[in-house]
């Protein structure tokens, strides 16, 4: 497509703009990262006739105002861009400006190799800005969560009675009894007491609760030692608490706007438990509704970090890990794949030829992740839910028992 094209340097306080044509550089301007910044920005490269601008960000405001301005915004990653600089001077320089320009001549010399970007639904970002949101604050509950642990182990492991050192309950009774001295008297009568006020669920008996308690080691920490873990674990129970309500509570909104998603019922078959939502919550989330990001399996497939990276000069031939895709999206197909292995006939007999063939776990879960794209690909192309009874590869495995 012939015209005008601009790259843009994004940064937080202010863009550093080249607009360009035929190779030739028309203008140059900074735009504020601020209303009247990106507003002005938008209008003057709509009055300029800029059909096509390059950034090296794939979301942001920014970038949704100038989808909004009626722009085809190509997103271009920063080692595109840093391997592309020698194309245009000898000298290993670097600054603003230049990136600017390297990215308006990448928007007209190379938009064929880049994915325009198209706007997803107010659904999807919804959904999406709510499972990234429970990943950031799941991260920050498993760092507090081994420090608590190795602060318990350190002076006091009889608190690690419960499953999970992060669960409501065991937050509950470490706050309760943050120290070894703090269970004096604590029998099976005050467990069982301390249990229901806390209304645990488990189904663990409170006098085998104790049995565990007093079976821990005994630490050695003198008075003054422990008088400062204690003071540590109560700060570290309190920053826990809200941040495993607040995951809670995410689960919830999640869990609300998954079931009214328009493309929940696609993914929902893969899924052994009707009640999984973070899995396929991300799944949609990632993806996203353009069903023009992803014009192949093999796009899908790359993205999701599933297809190995080919390595050929010479004799040399081999196929790596693949290391930049959507981490997040290779996360859920990952866990989409190791959950159907145990009970999926199709999946459990790919990962053991998988295994059989000297593939690690790891790598046995990629390869089945990547079987499984071809079937996601399809059945999100189409807009029509997975039926195992349409699966060809899955079909074949039933005569000879799956």
């Not at 105002?65 to 595109?80: D, K, S, T, Y």
């Not at 604590?186 to 663990?204: E, H, I, V, W």
């Not at 079937?375 to 999100?380: E, F």
Request: hydrophobic share 45%.
């Amino acid at each position: 497509m012939a015209g005008m094209t601009a790259g843009i340097d994004w940064a937080s306080e202010a863009h550093e703009v080249c607009v360009s044509e035929e190779g030739e550089v028309l203008e140059r301007f900074s735009a504020t990262h601020d209303e009247r910044g990106i507003a002005g920005l938008a209008r003057r490269l709509t009055r300029l006739g800029v059909v096509r601008v390059a950034i090296e960000r794939p979301e942001g405001i920014l970038v949704e105002r100038l989808l909004a301005a009626g722009l085809e915004v190509l997103a271009i990653h920063p080692n595109q861009v840093k391997a592309t600089r020698a194309r245009f001077a000898v000298a290993h320089g670097k600054s603003d400006r230049f990136d600017a320009y390297v990215l308006a001549e990448l928007a007209r010399t190379d938009a064929h190799r880049f994915r325009a970007l198209v706007p997803d639904s107010e659904e999807t970002k919804a959904l999406r800005a709510l499972t990234r949101a429970r990943e950031d604050l799941v991260g920050i509950r498993v760092e507090l969560a081994n420090q608590l642990r190795a602060q318990l182990q350190a002076f006091w492991p009889g608190a690690l009675i419960f499953a999970a050192v992060d669960s409501p309950i065991s937050l509950a009774f470490i706050k309760r009894y943050p120290g070894p001295a703090d269970t004096r008297g604590l029998g099976a009568g005050r467990m069982a007491a301390f249990l229901t006020r806390n209304s645990y669920s488990g189904r663990t008996d409170p006098a085998e609760l104790v049995e565990r308690l007093n079976a821990a080691p005994k630490g050695t920490a003198g008075p003054a030692e422990q008088k400062a873990r204690r003071a540590v674990v109560l700060g570290l129970v309190s920053s826990l608490e809200p941040i495993v309500s607040e995951i809670a509570a995410l689960d919830a909104q999640i869990r609300e706007r998954l079931a009214a998603h328009p493309d929940a019922a696609i993914f929902a078959p893969l899924f052994r438990d009707p009640k999984t939502t973070i899995c396929p919550a991300t799944l949609i989330a990632e993806l996203g509704d353009a069903r023009g990001r992803y014009p192949t399996e093999a796009a899908m497939a790359a993205d999701a970090g599933m297809s190995p990276v080919a390595l050929e000069s010479g004799k040399l031939r081999v196929a790596t890990f693949r290391r930049t895709c959507d981490k997040r999206l290779r996360s859920a197909v990952a866990t989409l794949a190791d959950s159907t292995r145990h009970w999926h006939p199709w999946a459990k007999e790919i990962y053991r030829r998988a295994r059989a063939r000297g593939q690690d776990h790891p790598h046995a879960i990629r390869t089945l992740g990547r079987a499984w794209i071809r079937v996601l690909w399809r059945c999100w192309q189409d807009g029509v839910p997975y039926d195992a009874t349409l699966h060809g590869n899955s079909n074949r495995l039933q005569p000879a028992g799956g």
